[in-house]
């Protein structure tokens, strides 16, 4: 018996069917069948399909004589099916690598439940992706089971068929069949949720939700859409038959109101014709079934009045949305001219000698490089006043109490801006920082760059996507210095921005923390995550991708690689910013987190503790190897994209050649040099060695101390102290110095 019956209708998806299947028969977690409908298709699904089930066993198949339609479709398959769960995925989605793997697992942590709720994502045609914005709601439902009684939150999730998984047993012993009709999830769903004695959740993108450009039945415009009334009146025939459920009346009475409204709303769905009837059968129903002392306000109010109100009501929330958006254009209009004279009058005032204003990261808080240098202000010389810059409220609440700070676009804002003769920084400041004579603008940068940035960026257009090069290159004309950690960081900065800044081998800042730090320096991230004193800390820090819409590409199979370590081994994972706040941690990170597998680290807002934690890193082309290497730890490299890679954002020199440690170019390669002890023997430390006498150059722990006495203070200090070190020309460096 398997463990998984996964049923696919199919009709009329030739072109996405062979991407359907794929993804189910790929999985790494093979203990399933895959029960295929051809609902009587047109087109060459049936071909397709008998061709899928000569070379798999897995794969059964079935022609309809006749279309039935996609919930008869699924009810075709029931009787095939043999495996312990149900999964219903639609022939046009597809199942996310290891999707398969992560619902086994949580199906055993929990002891099988009914029915377990998984998350999924929006795959657009023109390449987005955009996860399901209540992807908390699974988070917050615990790492137990439930009902919809102890947890109802779980019914505001999308209420389909397909983001959950079913014991079979349970079906069948309630009886749970597909209607015919448009809206046939709605009939499914809400008498399985109300009848299952045990839910779970699992936080993870198990589905790729295909939004299609065309052929979408729901997004079609129709009469058919009429269906959602019978569909509807089946789910309070059920309630009506089990009166144990009678309690979710008003909740399913305003849930129809709302899910008619919204297809009412849509211009895509209802013929223009058809939408007064719509509106007329919608109220009847509503009225027919409102529970007795029920409640009707807000948005379902409009269901007790006339569709002509309903019109009234709608052009009057259109026409006010309208004024409110022009009166806030009209504001910010307003606000942008006082702005501007506020910080003209504040230019007027001679700049203040002692006050120097931080940003790091777009406002982001008191980070990075700009941190190491403010901290080492407040010690150096107390009298310069630092005042941090942030973007909102909530960031001004995760700084130090003691630490000063105004909002973007305040007028406070304007005030240190237009007066400050400091400005630290590590991205640009925005186009209305004006600089005045006599200020000095700080550019610290954000690591030793590996791949193409600034002027660069113009001939990779794919990369640049988003970015006003020439608007970037106005900005940097501001900056007085441009902070260096080694030769090879000059020669981009004076390449990518040629812009009249001194460059200043300082070394970085935030990197005095690696240089001075001690084995202990990580204690504190450890012990907030729990992991052993013990342990082998291995980091596995992936950067962004500029070939792939979004950046996130899996390249490892985390739980594999996780297991793979052994014991007495943690596996850290940060993510590049550019990844933290979209689908990347829902495709399996967050739930791996959650149950102990591995440490998900991307919140951390100190990088420098995170690294200082570790004992290994494994990056693929992140900056953060250049940081890492001032802490002489291994260092593998991860390279089996590179050529795509170079290709899409370009590269100043050939990392896998002048590597930092071994190279892997395969999951084979990464898991060999780890259970062999490769990763850590004496070639590899001969590698880290000339990599860190190159591009550690000019870090020796003073950095902050430099910046602080030569720019802000202006008294001498020597350069840092360097080996004999081995200029870009004698490496293979693609840069030469002019």
Request: proline letters at 7%.
């Amino acid at each position: 018996m398997p463990r998984f019956s996964v049923i696919v209708p199919c009709f009329k998806v030739q072109g996405f069917l062979r991407e359907c299947l794929d993804s189910v028969l790929e999985q790494c977690f093979r203990d399933l069948e895959l029960i295929a409908v051809d609902d009587c298709s047109p087109d060459g699904c049936g071909a397709i399909l008998d061709e899928y089930a000569a070379r798999d066993p897995r794969v059964k198949v079935l022609h309809l004589p006749e279309n039935v339609g996609l919930g008869r479709a699924r009810n075709a398959g029931l009787p095939h099916a043999s495996g312990d769960f149900l999964f219903f995925l639609d022939s046009d989605d597809t199942l996310t690598p290891g999707a398969l793997r992560a619902v086994a697992d949580r199906l055993a942590e929990c002891g099988d439940p009914d029915v377990l709720v998984f998350d999924y994502a929006r795959t657009y045609w023109w390449g987005g992706t955009r996860r399901n914005v209540l992807a908390h709601l699974l988070t917050e439902a615990g790492p137990g089971t439930f009902t919809v009684d102890t947890y109802p939150q779980i019914l505001d999730l999308l209420m389909v068929v397909w983001n959950k998984v079913y014991r079979r047993d349970f079906v069948e012993e309630n009886g749970f069949r597909f209607p015919p009709g448009y809206y046939e999830d709605t009939p499914w769903t809400f008498p399985v949720m109300l009848s299952a004695g045990r839910i779970a959740a699992l936080d993870r993108i198990c589905v790729n939700y295909r939004q299609r450009r065309q052929g979408n039945i729901l997004s079609t415009t129709s009469r058919k859409h009429f269906d959602i009334h019978d569909q509807y009146e089946r789910v309070f025939a059920f309630v009506d038959a089990h009166p144990r459920l009678a309690a979710w009346r008003p909740y399913l009475h305003r849930k129809m109101g709302l899910h008619c409204l919204d297809i009412l709303a849509k211009p895509d769905r209802l013929p223009p014709g058809d939408k007064a009837e719509f509106f007329r059968r919608t109220a009847r129903m509503f009225a027919a079934h409102r529970p007795e002392g029920a409640r009707v306000d807000g948005e379902v109010r409009p269901l007790t009045g006339s569709y002509a109100m309903y019109q009234v009501r709608r052009q009057a929330g259109r026409a006010g949305r309208e004024l409110g958006r022009r009166g806030l254009q009209a504001r910010k209009t307003v606000a942008g001219r006082a702005g501007r004279g506020l910080a003209g009058l504040h230019a007027r005032r001679p700049l203040d000698a002692d006050l120097a204003v931080y940003s790091a990261f777009s406002h982001k808080g008191m980070l990075g490089d700009p941190a190491a240098v403010y901290r080492a202000a407040r010690e150096i010389a107390p009298h310069i006043r630092g005042v941090w810059v942030v973007r909102d409220a909530e960031e001004a609440r995760r700084l130090p109490p003691d630490v000063p700070y105004v909002l973007v676009g305040s007028p406070r804002y304007l005030d240190v801006t237009a007066r400050a003769r400091f400005f630290v920084n590590n991205v640009n400041w925005p186009g209305t920082v004006v600089k005045r004579p006599g200020s000095v603008f700080v550019q610290t940068h954000q690591g030793t760059p590996l791949k193409y940035m600034g002027a660069d960026l113009l001939g990779k257009p794919g990369a640049r996507h988003g970015f006003d090069v020439p608007q970037m290159l106005r900005r940097a004309d501001r900056w007085d210095y441009s902070l260096v950690a080694n030769r090879h960081s000059e020669l981009v900065w004076e390449r990518a921005y040629p812009c009249h800044f001194t460059s200043v081998r300082t070394g970085s800042p935030r990197n005095d923390a690696l240089v001075t730090g001690t084995p202990g320096g990580g204690a504190g991230f450890r012990a907030r995550h729990g992991i052993p004193e013990d342990h082998t800390v291995v980091l596995y820090a992936p950067t962004r991708r500029d070939y792939r819409r979004g950046g996130h590409v899996d390249r490892l199979d985390l739980a594999r690689f996780a297991a793979g370590l052994g014991e007495g081994h943690t596996l850290v994972v940060r993510l590049h910013p550019a990844l933290a706040t979209g689908p990347a941690r829902g495709l399996g990170l967050a739930e791996l987190h959650r149950r102990g597998v591995l440490v998900d680290a991307t919140d951390e807002p100190h990088v420098e503790e995170v690294m200082l934690a570790s004992d290994a890193l494994v990056t693929d082309y992140s900056a953060l190897m250049f940081d890492y290497a001032n802490l002489d730890r291994p260092i593998v490299v991860h390279a089996d994209d590179w050529p795509a890679y170079v290709a899409s954002r370009g590269a100043y020199l050939d990392i896998t050649a002048e590597a930092p440690g071994h190279v892997s170019r395969s999951y084979r390669e990464l898991a060999w040099l780890f259970a062999s002890g490769a990763w850590r023997d004496e070639e590899s430390a001969r590698l880290r060695a000339d990599f860190r006498a190159r591009f550690c150059e000019f870090d020796d722990g003073r950095a902050a101390e430099r910046v602080v006495r030569t720019l802000m203070l202006g008294e001498p200090m020597p350069e840092p102290e360097t080996a004999l070190v081995p200029g870009p020309a004698a490496g293979h460096d693609l840069l030469t110095s002019t």
